[in-house]
């Protein structure tokens, strides 16, 4: 399994950036994919966006030109750059780990939080 704990969260004015890092322990060397969601008051946890091993990424409509996914080349940390930032991005945001085990359910960080307002 894999560890995952989060940081970098904060207060930011709209307009603004953040880089969030997820320092990953544990059996790494089994990613197959990481990435971020986030959770908004009252809302679901939606997708933010998803790293694989072979280079792909995907995003969610909302963010897709604002942020971005990257790694350490041994996944010790995956990183999320967010640019233009809005406060409809303010949420919990979670790092998100699957290895190539077929029966990983995936690991979970504990959350940061990014709260974009004036």
């Known amino acids: 399994q894999v560890q995952l704990v989060e940081s970098g969260g904060g207060l930011v004015q709209p307009g603004g950036s953040l880089r969030l890092s997820c320092a990953a322990s544990?059996?790494?060397?089994?990613?197959?994919?990481m990435g971020w969601y986030r959770q908004a008051p009252g809302k679901q946890r939606e997708l933010v966006g998803t790293?694989?091993?072979?280079?792909?990424?995907n995003y969610a409509a909302a963010v897709k030109g604002r942020f971005t996914i990257s790694r350490d080349n041994d996944w010790n940390t995956v990183y999320l750059q967010m640019n233009s930032l809005k406060p409809e991005d303010t949420a919990v945001y979670y790092c998100?780990?699957?290895?190539?085990?077929?029966?990983?359910?995936?690991?979970w960080g504990q959350g940061t939080q990014v709260t974009v307002s004036s």
């Open positions: 790293l694989f091993s072979n280079g792909n990424t």
């Open positions: 998100y780990a699957h290895t190539f085990d077929p029966t990983d359910n995936g690991s």
């Open positions: 544990g059996n790494i060397v089994s990613i197959n994919a």
